[in-house]
T-cell receptor, first 113, second 111 residues
Framework: DAGVTQSPTHLIKTRGQQVTLRCSPK?????VSWYQQALGQGPQFIFQ???????QRGNFPDRFSGHQFPNYSSELNVNALLLGDSALYLC????????????FGPGTRLTVL | GNSVTQMEGPVTLSEEAFLTINCTYT??????LFWYVQYPGEGLQLLLK?????DKGSNKGFEATYRKETTSFHLEKGSVQVSDSAVYFC??????????FGKGTTLSVSS
C-alpha cells in the first residue's frame, strides 16, 4: 500500500511565475491538507480539501489555491510567486472519520529565484 | 490563539544518553497533542499522540505524557541511538481545526 505521494520532488521557479504541486493520498483516505514548511520552521497549515471542496483555510493569501479531484488526489497552485514562497510543501491525508491520524508525504521542495 | 512552544535546538547527545525535549502549549479547551519526527530528506511521521489529560503516548522507546496542569507534553527517551537523529515537532489539534506545530528541535546523536 503506497503512502502519500507528491510530485515533483524539487522545483525551481522565478518570481512572478505560477506553480502546481500534486498529491496522491494514501489509499482509503478522502481528506487532503497542505502545509508550508519554511526552512528551520514548523509546518504551517494552508488549506484542507474534502469532497472536492475547500473546508478549512489557514492564514495564506488568495495566491494559494487548490483543487481536489474525484479520486481524492489534490493540487496546490501558487500564483505570482514571491521569494518568500520558497519552502517545503507537505501534503497530508487522512480518513475523514479519524481526524487525528494524518499521514504526510515527503514534500515538494520549491525554490523561487 | 493556539500555539506550541518547544525547546530550541540543536540537542546533541551521545548514544545511550537520556533525551528530553520540552514542549508547552497554549490552547482553549482540550486539544490532542502529538509528536512528529522528520528524518533528513523525508516528510513528517507521527511518533506518538495523546488525546486527553494524563494520557501517555509511547512508540519506539519514546514517551510523552499529556499534562494539563502544566500545559506540557515533553518527549523523553531513556537511551537514544544514532538512528534517532532527526527533527522533532510537537503539535496540537483541536476538533475541527488543523494541526499547529512548534518550530521543531533538531536532535543529533553521536556514537
Amino acid at each position: 500500500d503506497a503512502g502519500v505521494t507528491q510530485s515533483p520532488t524539487h522545483l525551481i521557479k522565478t518570481r512572478g511565475q505560477q506553480v502546481t504541486l500534486r498529491c496522491s493520498p494514501k489509499s482509503g483516505h478522502d481528506t487532503v491538507s497542505w502545509y508550508q514548511q519554511a526552512l528551520g520552521q514548523g509546518p504551517q497549515f494552508i488549506f484542507q480539501y474534502y469532497e472536492e471542496e475547500e473546508r478549512q483555510r489557514g492564514n495564506f493569501p488568495d495566491r494559494f489555491s487548490g483543487h481536489q479531484f474525484p479520486n481524492y488526489s489534490s493540487e496546490l497552485n501558487v500564483n505570482a510567486l514571491l521569494l518568500g514562497d520558497s519552502a517545503l510543501y507537505l501534503c497530508a491525508s487522512r480518513w475523514g472519520r479519524l481526524p487525528d491520524t494524518q499521514y504526510f508525504g515527503p514534500g515538494t521542495r520549491l525554490t523561487v529565484l | 490563539g493556539n500555539s506550541v512552544t518547544q525547546m530550541e535546538g540543536p540537542v546533541t547527545l551521545s548514544e545511550e544518553a537520556f533525551l528530553t525535549i520540552n514542549c508547552t502549549y497554549t490552547a482553549t479547551g482540550y486539544p490532542s497533542l502529538f509528536w512528529y519526527v522528520q528524518y533528513p530528506g523525508e516528510g513528517l511521521q507521527l511518533l506518538l499522540k495523546a488525546t486527553k489529560a494524563d494520557d501517555k503516548g509511547s512508540n519506539k522507546g519514546f514517551e510523552a505524557t499529556y499534562r494539563k496542569e502544566t500545559t506540557s507534553f515533553h518527549l523523553e527517551k531513556g537511551s537514544v541511538q544514532v538512528s534517532d537523529s532527526a527533527v522533532y515537532f510537537c503539535a496540537l489539534k483541536q476538533a475541527g481545526t488543523a494541526l499547529i506545530f512548534g518550530k521543531g528541535t533538531t536532535l543529533s546523536v553521536s556514537s
